[in-house]
């Protein structure tokens, strides 16, 4: 009988005392490619009831709310007509502490936070946080290495934002399972332990629709090697309708820069989607209230975990990427012959979907995971291929047979 050692990133919180912190990590303005003014964002944040916002523009480090945003005009062409504005003091004091519009309640700005890989066709997008590195840099096309990198060296901490994107694994669910693109993600994460993990959700689920498949594919590839991988959700705002459509229910003891920091390492938070088109099918839109959840109990005497919570209609637990049980309590007994080296939940509801982060479950045989077995010269010609496939010729090839594939998808749509 299979017996587990449970890890649980939530066992540091305390439910009684800690509070919920609506949050939203991945934002954009005026000051790149986004059509909201850089100020006009963060009040419409602020009014949506968000606790906690990083705004993170196309190469331009946020410095503070009621700093000027050091933009790129080429990148930003809305902002060479309207230059973004920012807060004043005044109004920053007021967001902060929560008596702007007497809200009662105030606004975490998480400065230092950046989108890297400005300038590249390829959706090979990282997010930096607490850092300096990536203002004004270009970046390369395919390359997610080279930001986490930077970030790591900076003492910052980093994100892959929305892999769906770039692996189009919308298009095809099959490239979210290719062991080539899990290793190269599994590769950066066991490598850089400053990069968190993965957007699992990303606006309204169209480009991410498959994430969740490669987290799972991701969890059972990283966890053997030691560390857990954390699933992050954004709205990644571009237009103020995208505000609200996917973002985190962090639980902390309070919202300072530095305890949202040390959240973010240890992964005391939940993922919120108002969309999940595999979990709760493409035409469903939550409204409303979200699933949340109140408390975890991880008992390992008696080998199961609890969840407690409002607002959702059913709990279902996932390991290796497919449902093994249901209910607010797993039996890790009863279900071990269908656990791999972890178990995560997912409340849905009205509002909603809701993920907590992966519970890693040792049972003593737990090993590092080998994808591929290729040989040196393999590895050497597939590595020349990629750099090619990387340069910026043959990018914007595949951009134009992309559309043209897309558009071709489109005009048979239209006729069904």
């Given at each position: 009988m299979r017996k587990f050692k449970i890890t649980n990133p939530y066992a540091g919180v305390d439910w009684d005392s800690w509070h919920h912190y609506k949050t939203n990590l991945h934002t954009h303005s005026t000051a790149s490619d986004a059509q909201v003014d850089f100020s006009d964002m963060i009040k419409a944040y602020y009014d949506a009831g968000f606790d906690i916002l990083a705004m993170t523009d196309h190469g331009v480090v946020n410095h503070g709310w009621n700093q000027k945003p050091r933009r790129i005009p080429v990148l930003s062409v809305s902002s060479i007509i309207k230059k973004p504005t920012w807060l004043s003091d005044e109004e920053y004091g007021a967001i902060l502490d929560g008596t702007y519009k007497n809200r009662g309640r105030g606004m975490t700005d998480l400065r230092y936070g950046i989108e890297i890989n400005t300038a590249v066709f390829t959706k090979a997008h990282v997010n930096g946080f607490f850092t300096e590195y990536g203002q004004r840099l270009v970046g390369h096309e395919n390359d997610f290495e080279g930001p986490v990198k930077g970030v790591a060296e900076s003492g910052g901490l980093s994100v892959i934002n929305h892999p769906g994107d770039w692996l189009e694994s919308y298009v095809d669910v099959n490239h979210a399972h290719e062991k080539k693109n899990i290793e190269l993600f599994a590769d950066i994460l066991k490598k850089y332990p400053s990069c968190l993990g993965i957007e699992a959700f990303n606006r309204i689920d169209t480009v991410t629709c498959a994430d969740?498949?490669?987290?799972?594919?991701?969890?059972?590839?990283?966890?053997?090697?030691?560390?857990?991988?954390?699933?992050?959700?954004?709205?990644?705002?571009?237009?103020?309708?995208?505000?609200?459509?996917?973002?985190?229910?962090?639980?902390?003891?309070?919202?300072?820069?530095?305890?949202?920091?040390?959240?973010?390492?240890?992964?005391?938070?939940?993922?919120?989607?108002?969309?999940?088109?595999?979990?709760?099918?493409?035409?469903?839109?939550?409204?409303?209230?979200?699933?949340?959840?109140?408390?975890?109990?991880?008992?390992?005497?008696?080998?199961?975990?609890?969840?407690?919570?409002?607002?959702?209609?059913?709990?279902?637990?996932?390991?290796?990427?497919?449902?093994?049980?249901?209910?607010?309590?797993?039996?890790?007994?009863?279900?071990?012959?269908?656990?791999?080296?972890?178990?995560?939940?997912?409340?849905?509801?009205?509002?909603?979907?809701?993920l907590t982060q992966a519970f890693v479950l040792d049972d003593g045989n737990m090993h590092e995971v080998t994808l591929r077995n290729i040989t040196p010269q393999q590895r050497k010609i597939e590595r020349a291929e990629d750099k090619f496939k990387s340069t910026r010729f043959y990018v914007l090839g595949q951009e134009i047979s992309r559309e043209i594939a897309y558009r071709k998808r489109c005009r048979q749509e239209k006729k069904k």
């Open positions: 969740r498949i490669l987290w799972d594919e991701l969890l059972s590839a990283v966890i053997p090697s030691g560390r857990n991988v954390w699933g992050f959700a954004n709205s990644d705002a571009h237009v103020l309708s995208d505000i609200d459509t996917s973002f985190m229910d962090f639980v902390l003891p309070d919202r300072t820069e530095q305890t949202v920091r040390r959240g973010m390492e240890n992964g005391t938070f939940f993922s919120v989607g108002r969309r999940a088109v595999y979990e709760l099918g493409k035409d469903f839109v939550g409204e409303g209230e979200y699933p949340t959840v109140t408390r975890i109990t991880a008992n390992e005497d008696e080998q199961s975990i609890s969840i407690e919570g409002k607002n959702y209609n059913r709990v279902q637990w996932i390991s290796n990427g497919k449902i093994i049980a249901e209910g607010e309590k797993i039996d890790l007994i009863a279900a071990s012959q269908n656990i791999g080296c972890y178990v995560r939940a997912q409340l849905l509801g009205k509002g909603g979907i809701c």
